[in-house]
């Protein structure tokens, strides 16, 4: 009998609780917020903590290298990360 697995998907970085920190693997979109995250530092391979969100949930305030990041987080859903 033929048996289908499924394939855990990834988490995105508006996923990531506070304190955690996480690399990020892929960027998903081909419009120019992509462009515009990739500007901002946002690049595969790098690695941010999630530092504290708003009030109300959004924005989301990120540590990236030496600088902190606010960023929105419809914008976090776009970007595929992995837990460290």
Same mark, same amino acid.
């Given at each position: 009998?033929? &048996?289908?697995?499924?394939?855990?998907?990834?988490?995105?970085?508006?996923?990531?609780?506070?304190?955690? +920190? @996480? =690399?990020?693997?892929?960027?998903?979109?081909?419009? /120019?917020? %992509?462009? =515009?995250?990739?500007?901002?530092?946002?690049?595969? /391979?790098?690695? %941010?903590? %999630?530092? !504290?969100? @708003?009030?109300? /949930?959004?924005?989301?305030?990120?540590?990236? =290298?030496?600088?902190?990041?606010? $960023? &929105?987080?419809?914008? !976090? !859903? +776009?970007?595929? %990360?992995?837990? $460290?």
């Amino acid at each position: 009998m033929l &048996r289908l697995l499924e394939t855990p998907t990834m988490p995105t970085l508006d996923q990531i609780p506070v304190g955690q +920190r @996480a =690399r990020i693997e892929a960027l998903h979109g081909s419009d /120019g917020l %992509v462009q =515009r995250l990739y500007e901002m530092g946002l690049l595969e /391979g790098e690695e %941010v903590e %999630v530092i !504290a969100l @708003a009030p109300m /949930g959004d924005p989301m305030e990120l540590q990236l =290298r030496d600088y902190r990041l606010s $960023l &929105r987080c419809s914008e !976090a !859903a +776009r970007i595929q %990360v992995t837990p $460290l």
